[in-house]
Antibody, heavy 119, light 111 residues
Framework: QVQLQESGPGLVKPSETLSLTCTVS????????WSWIRQPPGKGLEWIGY???????NYNPSLKSRVTMSVDTSKDQFSLKLYSVTAADTAVYYC?????????????WGQGTLVTVSS | QSVLTQPPSVSAAPGQKVTISCSGS????????VSWYQQLPGTAPKLLIY???KRPSGIPDRFSGSKSGTSATLGITGLQTGDEADYYC????????????FGTGTKVTVL
């Protein structure tokens, strides 16, 4: 079955750029929506945005000015960049698969990776 | 800040039933599918219910979902100690600021 794995630095300095990659295994990245979702410690889930395998994107309006997502179908990977981070961006970041035509749910999810913003 | 409201916590004894509500609006729950996720301590969320009431393969029928108007409900029957977790509803918001939205989360405690 499809599995997702996040990778990237666990510590980012304030004002710098958070960069994460999600690797898809057990299936193709093609013809699906792929999302990033985060969860600050002890808090709820926040949708960051999605990228379709063709490269089209949609971002959470509250983060839109600081987010870029990209996809590399040759490697079955998609990536997240979050610019100008602050301590408020400290969270566990998850990647997840959406639907093929529309997103009606997220399944499966990666195990998540904790990113701490601190100097 | 979540746009979907859930009770912070619910509890019941083993074998009993709990229900978790998820309240939204016409721009989200009212016109889009609802999904539910279980997050066991220290783990990633797991899909329990999609498209309002459907269960993925491997999810027991003790878990059920329903939707009416701008609210949705998750039911868990035959409560087990392994069901102790945080539960989140999710849907799409079709307003000008469209995108995925999640509920505030509900902690289920098995007494």
């Amino acid at each position: 079955q499809v599995q997702l794995q996040e990778s990237g630095p666990g510590l980012v300095k304030p004002s710098e750029t958070l960069s994460l990659t999600c690797t898809v295994s057990g299936g193709s990245i093609s013809d699906h929506y792929w999302s990033w979702i985060r969860q600050p410690p002890g808090k709820g889930l926040e949708w960051i945005g999605y990228i379709y395998s063709s490269g089209s994107t949609n971002y959470n309006p509250s983060l839109k000015s600081r987010v870029t997502m990209s996809v590399d179908t040759s490697k079955d990977q998609f990536s997240l960049k979050l610019y100008s981070v602050t301590a408020a961006d400290t969270a566990v970041y998850y990647c997840a698969r959406g639907g093929q035509v529309v997103i009606t749910s997220f399944d499966p999810w990666g195990q998540g990776t904790l990113v701490t913003v601190s100097s | 800040q979540s746009v979907l409201t859930q009770p912070p916590s619910v509890s019941a004894a083993p074998g009993q039933k709990v229900t978790i509500s998820c309240s939204g609006s016409s721009s989200n729950i009212g016109n889009n599918y609802v999904s539910w996720y279980q997050q066991l301590p220290g783990t990633a969320p797991k899909l329990l219910i999609y498209e309002n009431y459907k269960r993925p393969s491997g999810i027991p029928d003790r878990f059920s979902g329903s939707k009416s108007g701008t609210s949705a409900t998750l039911g868990i029957t035959g409560l087990q100690t392994g069901d102790e977790a945080d539960y989140y509803c999710g849907t799409w918001d079709s307003s000008l600021s469209s995108g995925g939205v999640f509920g505030t989360g509900t902690k289920v405690t098995v007494l």
